[in-house]
């Protein structure tokens, strides 16, 4: 259930649990981009097989599941069951428990149309992305595509002057250790940057032809009727304030729950003020050659 938490500026009661603002994060980067399966992937047929990694509450799964024939089978797959949806789902939808980076069964080999990822490239440190795509490359019949959606390129700006962001900054700053994986920077949200990662190089470079990247701005739509900058904006600071509590406790973090709580509230309060932030949002795809396409 939501509790309603107060940030001084009483506009933020609804993001509270993690499953709700995946499902926010899921509307505003499908009106960012404008398309659930890039417009490059051939429409699914009745006999598709789609699969969604890294699922989460499997939001992207279920939507698309309303946009193609009863009869496609959509299987989400995620190291946590944690955020599988608790209530019914259609019957041509399911769920299971893997890792992104184990061997999928015998079973799930080249047997789908599509594969798609969004939102999980914190969990792949940059030398480990071309081994994760060559992994869930294995999952592709011939000809079937792959999708990757990630953010990074996070930036803050005032819309007023002489508003403070502090609060905002100290938030992206403190994720500093979750910008890399062992020795490596990780490629995902977490980031600072995100031009110098030559993604459709790294894909080519792993069999997939037909790569294509977009990168769309999250300030590309203007809808002061949804407040999709100044709620995206919220939701980004929830999901880092999330992110820091993971460190409470840990040695030399010097986070705690307290400081971040009151951080927090002021972040709340610098974007009601008028702070925002952009995000680039990448669209990745790419095709294992062969066959005939979805
Ligand atoms: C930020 S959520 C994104 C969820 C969903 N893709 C979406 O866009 O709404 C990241 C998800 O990736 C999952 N994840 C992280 N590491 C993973 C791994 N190694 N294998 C599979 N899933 C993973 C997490 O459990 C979480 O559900």
Redesign the pocket.
Known sequence: MAQNKDHGQGIYPEIVEVTER??E??IF?TKTLGFLIHPNIPAPGPQSKIA?????????LLDVAKTVPPTVQLVG????P??FPSSSVPPNVSFKI????RPFPDSELGTYDLVA????S???GRGEWADTVRNLMTLLKPGGWMQW?DSCGFALYNSVPGTSRRACREIFEGLEPFRKKGEEIVIGLMMRGGGDVQREKIWEGVGLVDVHEDVFSTDRLQDPELRLRERGTRNVIV?FTGCLESLVGTEGSGWTRERIRELESEAMREIGRGVYHTLDQVCIVGRKPGGSGV
Not at 52 to 60: A, E, L, R
Not at 77 to 80: E, G, I, L, V
């Open positions: 995946l499902d994060q899921h980067t969604d990694v890294g699922t989460g509450t499997g939001i992207w797959f995620d190291a946590t944690s955020s893997q890792d992104m980076h990822v969004r939102f999980v914190s969990a792949a959606i999901c």
